[in-house]
């Protein structure tokens, strides 16, 4: 099992749950815990100056400096006086932290001191006081790929565990520079057009039929525009390209999410959700679109925007308000509003078990945590109109809803395909996240197996009965069947789904291919915190799946028609503006088995778009072709770079 340590010796391996805080005692991590669990009704700690009352210390600390600074400075003096006899505990001692009891300490930002590289740890001259007043505001330290809490203390807490009331911190250093800056109301116009038309679609919790960008919070619009303008060129004109006004925006948005972060004002629900949808399209952006050093602050925002759902009751579907109104519009826009927060919560879902999937940072939101129903038909969410809506609910009449956790079980243990014919229809975005979830379970039973030695047969069998059953909910394809080429065999010609619809059929493909093979940099343990990174190891001969196991017959047989689909989705692909990026990274994993086996001279290894048996040099040539329709975004150009090592044997 690995622990947290860093560059001091410290050993902490008591890990908080909600905000990752982790701690050298148990007690620490249980004393930390109620700070987690605190009621709304229990009593707030008062301002001694004023009647402002608050839920955390540091919150209060915060507002002493802010509003009673004189009154700040004398007791900070008299801290320091009570507190020069603090001694460090000897090397000896369990942790060789300062033995100092203070409920500081179960801040997320103590753990900042221990870094001696961030410059508040730098100035010595700073007395112990002041360094555990300013713990209390620095953003934390996000470290990924450690234990979790133990289970003891989870059973401890008890549920009310759950009730995240502290949001980690961003980091939000470096952006001052675009402080006084907002796009043009021609650039927003246009970016909103370019988010609808080519990335709505992947995350479909915006309602575009009703969308109006002078009533969305100003943050929001900033995180749609840093996705819409990777699409296109800035409108205005001049020296900036789309992609430079994508970074600006999304540099922009950060400072207002900081700005937002240090008010002590509670948000309103509404806006609470717009937060949350704000974060989780910057992390798609940083992580997917700008790449490199970019992607550290996805996984910072990541942290935030799992505790503000929490905090926020994103978790729980809206509660229905009695209303003596029979109004139509009325009822619609209610429809909307809730439809809306769930597929919030679905894409958070999504994106949570991508990062699980690809850098292998553990999940930290459970299937079980997601208390809606499944996502409603695409033709009930796409009605431009009230009227449209309520034909559409009159003429396909649902049966009862299904909670997104009952429909995973149901997956899991049916007995046949007539227990599965009860569930409603639902929307694919449903069937993509139930797809997920089987991946993430795959490669949990696959590190198990790795740990142990032994392999559980019936556990890969469940999954994959599971993923077959779900291969009816599947979105088919919108696109006529392409003709094959002189050098494609005849059974090539399989319907290919447009760029737009390919997500839900590359996530099923990906998954299948999962049950056969995983990632050696998954089981070994290797946390990646970019796709650089993890795009860099899968070309990697020692991390890439071993040629041995691939090429044997029945290994090969089992997954070149999932293998082929990827093949044949790249080649007959041309136009891939609205392709998830993340599909880009699965179809270059399938690419790199076809090569493997190509290599190993499989027998029709990437024969579906004509590469011969053992033409390596050839199977790299068509993958030039085809990865490089994608080098307008950074991520098709990390790829482009991968096939360089590739071709010359790195």
């Not at 006086?81 to 001694?87: L, W």
């Not at 925002?301 to 978790?315: F, K, V, Y």
């Amino acid at each position: 099992m690995s622990v947290s340590t860093t560059s001091r010796g410290l050993y902490q391996p008591f890990q908080c749950l909600i905000c990752q805080s982790r701690f050298t005692r148990h007690e620490n991590l249980k004393r930390h815990a109620l700070l987690h669990s605190r009621s709304q009704d229990e009593p707030q700690l008062p301002c001694d100056f004023c009647s402002a009352t608050f839920s955390r210390p540091d919150l209060r600390n915060r507002h002493m400096k802010r509003k009673h600074p004189e009154q700040d400075q004398r007791r900070a003096k008299k801290r320091a006086h009570r507190e020069s006899s603090v001694s460090v505990s000897p090397p000896e001692s369990n942790d060789g932290l300062l033995q100092v009891e203070d409920n500081n300490l179960g801040y997320p930002g103590w753990n900042a001191l221990q870094q001696p590289e961030t410059p508040r740890s730098a100035e010595r001259s700073q007395d112990i006081s002041e360094l555990m007043q300013e713990a209390m505001s620095e953003p934390r330290i996000d470290r990924i790929g450690q234990d979790v809490m133990d289970l003891q203390t989870l059973l401890e807490a008890g549920p009310s565990i759950l009730k995240q009331n502290n949001v980690p911190s961003p980091d939000f250093t470096g952006i001052n520079i675009y402080e006084d800056w907002s796009p043009s109301s021609r650039q927003i116009t246009t970016g909103c057009d370019l988010f609808f038309a080519h990335v709505s679609h992947f995350v479909p919790f915006l309602h575009q039929p009703t969308f109006d960008p002078s009533q969305t919070p100003h943050l929001l619009l900033l995180s749609m525009l840093s996705l819409a303008y990777q699409y296109d060129d800035d409108p205005e004109g001049g020296s900036n390209t789309g992609a430079e006004l994508s970074r600006q925006c999304f540099h922009r948005a950060r400072t207002l999410l900081k700005a937002e972060h240090d008010t002590d004002t509670p948000e309103p629900f509404s806006s609470n959700i717009a937060t949350v949808q704000s974060y989780l399209l910057l992390q798609i952006c940083a992580m997917m679109y700008l790449c490199g050093p970019d992607s550290t602050y996805a996984l910072k925002m990541h942290s935030a925007m799992i505790s503000l759902s929490r905090s926020a009751g994103l978790m729980q579907p809206i509660p229905v308000e009695p209303s003596s109104t029979q109004d139509l519009k009325t009822l619609w826009h209610t429809f909307i509003k809730s439809e809306s927060h769930k597929r919030t919560l679905f894409a958070i879902h999504q994106i949570d078990a991508l990062w699980y999937q690809f850098l292998s940072i553990p999940r930290s939101v459970s299937h079980l945590e997601v208390k809606h129903d499944l996502p409603c038909p695409q033709e009930h969410w796409a009605a431009s109109a009230p009227e449209e809506w309520a034909h559409r609910q009159l003429v396909k009449q649902q049966g009862p809803s299904l909670q997104y956790a009952d429909a995973v079980r149901r997956f899991l243990s049916h007995d046949s395909a007539s227990s599965l014919t009860s569930i409603p229809s639902f929307d694919p975005y449903g069937a993509i996240n139930i797809t997920q979830f089987l991946i993430s379970s795959a490669r949990e039973i696959s590190g198990w197996s790795t740990m142990t030695g032994m392999l559980s047969i019936d556990r890969f069998g469940a999954l994959r009965s599971s993923l077959l059953a779900l291969n009816p909910f599947i979105c088919p394809s919108d696109s006529p069947s392409p003709s094959p080429s002189p050098s494609q065999p005849i059974h090539s010609a399989i319907p290919i789904p447009h760029p737009k619809n390919a997500l839900c059929t590359a996530t099923y493909e990906t998954a299948l291919i999962e049950l056969q093979i995983w990632s050696p940099s998954h089981t070994s343990g290797i946390v990646e915190a970019s796709l650089d990174a993890v795009l860099s190891a899968s070309t990697h001969p020692y991390l890439s799946p071993s040629p041995e196991i691939l090429c044997e017959e029945i290994t090969a047989s089992a997954i070149q028609p999932h293998v082929d689909w990827f093949l044949r989705y790249l080649d007959v692909t041309v136009d891939v503006r609205g392709e998830a990026p993340w599909v880009a990274i699965y179809a270059y994993k399938a690419f790199l088995i076809a090569y493997t086996l190509v290599r190993g001279g499989v027998e029709g290894g990437m024969g579906v778009v004509g590469v011969g048996d053992g033409d390596g040099e050839g199977a790299v040539r068509w993958a030039r072709g085809v990865f490089g329709r994608r080098r307008r975004w950074v991520l098709g150009r990390l790829i482009w770079n991968c096939l360089d090592g590739l071709e010359s044997g790195v």
